[in-house]
Nanobody, 122 residues
Framework: QVQLVESGGGLVQAGGSLRLSCAAS????????VGWFRQAPGKERLFVAA????????YHADAVKGRFTISRDNAKNTVHLHMNFLKPEDTAVYYC???????????????WGQGTQVTVSS
């Protein structure tokens, strides 16, 4: 059974950094586009960033441009979300998702992780 597992979440002060990781079992993540999404309490799930299988095409939501960076580590079958200059409004559960084709729409992704909590204190 395909599983995506996020890690790296936690509590950080505003202005701090975190690195989230997305790893996969029963799936070669290198062969999939990967997206990161986030959902704050009481709010809809929002696109954060995505990366193509090749790693060449990278997309970031306007709210995180210049602060977050998505990257692939093919040797480790992992995708990272590097988050810098974190703000309290970045507080959310962060999910990674995988699909054959890159998309900014969560509904286009077949595989999802369980999420990791990121809390940014002011």
């Amino acid at each position: 059974q395909v599983q995506l597992v996020e890690s790296g979440g936690g509590l950080v002060q505003a202005g701090g950094s975190l690195r989230l990781s997305c790893a996969a079992s029963e799936l070669t993540l290198n062969n999939y586009a990967v997206g990161w999404f986030r959902q704050a309490p009481g709010k809809e799930r929002l696109f954060v960033a995505a990366i193509r299988r090749s790693g060449v095409g990278i997309y970031h939501a306007d709210a995180v441009k210049g602060r977050f960076t998505i990257s692939r580590d093919n040797a480790k079958n992992t995708v990272h979300l590097h988050m810098n200059f974190l703000k309290p409004e970045d507080t959310a559960v962060y999910y990674c998702a995988a699909d054959r084709r890159v998309s900014v729409a969560g509904s286009d992704y077949d595989y999802w992780g369980q999420g990791t909590q990121v809390t940014v204190s002011s």
